[in-house]
């Protein structure tokens, strides 16, 4: 039974006597037979054995995986074998930092419904290339202390006398803060590249086994840390439901709208069937109801969208290229009565190509007259230059409800004071409100931040669209033709308001200045 056993220096005594010896070996993969409990292969009184038997630590590859490699393996994946790399330390070690349960977090991202949350190319890319894509607030911290002690890791909290750092190895360290001589956050993911430590087998092990984590997201609460039972709305405030294409949002227990992340036909994220908490409707119906609704433009002005027709010459308007969902950045969350999540999405040309990367940031707050939806999107150049270019049809849109359009009574008001969509049509506006005329109307009021890079013309029509444009400044017959460009590695961000409300008077250029708070 020995036979190319190596015998370990160490020993064991039982205080009746007995004592232990100490063999190991390692094997390869597959059937392992160990044979009797005997060295002469006699029968007789012997001694037992006792087997331990435990994974290798992982050792360096001699070649780095590749994403191309690791995806093109991901269909042999097993999900059992993934788990076991997932939790154990001696294995990936994921569990040190990640939880798995929806009401725990750990130093790292809850990875709970990763599989609901992120594609598998992203999720074999942060195995393998963890800093090519960094959530946001999970970039590495150095510090470094008077005694010369170096910390790397992820910052969980600071306050006036203590900074604390998550590292990967799954421990937590407290530094006092008068000890920090440097201190120095770098572009680069907290979380450990697995490139040269997994096998192309194993990368698609863990994968398969992050991809089976579908638990749906619950709305977390700032002062608990259990989520809702049931992922159901509570009786006020925001509510969430998660489905596998949208979160259904709701406000006191009454659905208010639903946010689209991924659709067939409509190529990037948008609002669709937002009401008040009254079930009033005050974006058209989508999809529109035959004899009730015109059908024109159903895929391009779906309710409130960020849409753009020329981004380096691709149409991100009218569904050609695609805004392509990977994952969520910050799952539905409530903190002071407000819902705040953000998504990452992969802009691709209409052959598929990569172009740029675009993170959203949405908050919703309930308002007097209604609640505001808070948009802020931020474009990345971080494969090559983009150019955004000059057409009517780039920026942030909505269309309101049938019974609103100008052509049923409703009106267009600026804060500029024009009335109209032809009186507004291409002129600039801080905020444009399109509303219906009667006692159970609504309208809604469009906004466009201060911080943008410029201030927004409008594109404004009767039959119930506008659009706050920033860039069509040629299309809107305001200037000589614009063209916005980004340098490679560097960002633009714009960002608008949506304030969905009833009939009743209030003062639009008060609630301009509520976006602008939310919007900081």
Known sequence: MLTSFRKESFTAALDEGAKFAFYSR?????????????????????????????????????????????????????????ELLFRRSTGAGCGKCHSLDQTKNGFGPNLS????????????????????????????????????????????EESGLTLSLGQSSGERVDIPKAAIEERKTVPKSAMPEMAETLTLQQIADLAAFLLSMRTPLTVASASTTTAPASNTSPATGFGVKEQKDRLRISLSSKPIVDFVFRDEKILRPYFANARLADERQVTRNHPPVKDV???DHDTMHPGI????????????????????HVRFVKAPTTVDGRLRFATECRLKTNSGESLCLLTNHFTLTARPNGWLLVWSAEFRADERPIVFGDQEEMGFG??????????????????????SAKETWGQPAKWCDYSGSGPQSGGILLMASDKNFRESWWHNRDYGVFVANPFGREAMKQGPRSAVTIAKGETLKITFGALIHDQREFDMSAEFAAFNIERD
């Open 26 to 82: 390692s094997f390869d993969a597959g059937r392992v037979e160990l044979g009797g409990n005997t060295d002469d292969g006699l029968s007789g009184g012997k001694g037992n054995y006792i087997v331990a038997v435990a994974p290798l630590p992982l050792l360096k590859q001699p070649a780095k995986a590749t994403l191309d490699a690791s995806l093109a393996l991901l269909e042999r994946g097993d999900r059992d074998r993934g």
């Open 113 to 156: 419904s990763i599989g609901l949350r992120a594609n598998a190319r992203h999720i074999v890319q942060s195995i393998v290339e963890p800093s090519a894509v960094i959530t946001e607030g999970f970039n590495q911290l150095t510090v470094v202390t008077d005694q010369g002690k170096v910390f790397s890791g992820v910052l969980l």
């Open 305 to 324: 969208w960020l849409g753009l027709g020329d981004i380096s010459g691709q149409d991100f308007w009218r569904n050609k290229a695609t805004m392509e």
């Open 293 to 295: 609704d015109a059908a």
């Open 398 to 419: 909505a269309r309101v409800a049938t019974p609103f359009t100008e052509k049923n009574g409703g009106m267009i008001r600026s804060s500029t004071g024009k009335k």
